[in-house]
T-cell receptor, first 113, second 110 residues
Framework: KAGVTQTPRYLIKTRGQQVTLSCSPI?????VSWYQQTPGQGLQFLFE???????NKGNFPGRFSGRQFSNSRSEMNVSTLELGDSALYLC????????????FGEGSRLTVL | QQPVQSPQAVILREGEDAVINCSSS?????VHWYRQKHGEAPVFLMI?????EQKGHDKISASFNEKKQQSSLYLTASQLSYSGTYFC???????????FGTGTSLTVIP
């Protein structure tokens, strides 16, 4: 079966701009979570969606937002970009059965200049 | 609440063994282990659900000490393909949020 798809894979923005990242989980996976990965902080939880509802949100400012569509695809948006937002943004899908493992995409690498 | 991993980095020669530790100041309900190769998505290795549980996959195994709030990943007779960054992760009781350790970079050289 197809894996988790994230687009775009790479993007460069300037401070003050906004960005939208997309994630398509494995078919049938209704939970999608987002993580910010930086060298110093590792994987930091952003938010989790299930059936179009945000169930949990990490400790990030309101500039970070997301949504999920009825087909489980999810988007995250970062407004008023700052230099510190440069990171790899990973999304992960999770099925309702099995061990609860996360299936990650390869990420979207954002560089803010 | 982020688990702490040690060591931060390790370099091994093929055939050597390594241990990666993951400890938390909060209760651990279960522990996941993932490996991320450079430029690739993190990949699930195993989950430990109960204290005292040990699991193995090929020559990679793990243990979970619920009382000590610790888990360890054991890599035996390492291979070049084991190189990557290893993360432990633990979910909240509701399972809808994960806390990941800062990662351990493991490099296996010939």
């Amino acid at each position: 079966k197809a894996g988790v798809t994230q687009t775009p894979r790479y993007l460069i923005k300037t401070r003050g701009q906004q960005v939208t990242l997309s994630c398509s989980p494995i078919s049938g996976h209704r939970s999608v979570s987002w993580y910010q990965q930086t060298p110093g902080q590792g994987l930091q939880f952003l938010f989790e969606y299930f059936s179009e509802t945000q169930r949990n949100k990490g400790n990030f400012p309101g500039r970070f937002s997301g949504r999920q569509f009825s087909n489980s695809r999810s988007e995250m948006n970062v407004s008023t970009l700052e230099l510190g937002d440069s990171a790899l943004y990973l999304c992960a899908g999770r099925g309702s059965s099995g061990t609860g493992e996360l299936f990650f995409g390869e990420g979207s690498r954002l560089t803010v200049l | 609440q982020q688990p702490v991993q040690s060591p931060q980095a390790v370099i091994l020669r093929e055939g050597e063994d390594a241990v990666i530790n993951c400890s938390s100041s909060k209760a651990l309900y279960s522990v996941h282990w993932y490996r991320q190769k450079h430029g690739e998505a993190p990949v699930f290795l195993m989950i430990l659900l109960k204290g005292g549980e040990q699991k193995g996959h090929d020559k990679i195994s793990a243990s979970f000490n619920e009382k000590k709030q610790q888990s360890s990943l054991y890599l035996t007779a390492s291979q070049l393909s084991y190189s990557g960054t290893y993360f432990c992760g633990t979910p909240t009781p509701a399972g809808n949020q994960f806390y990941f350790g800062t990662g351990t970079s493991l490099t296996v050289i010939p």
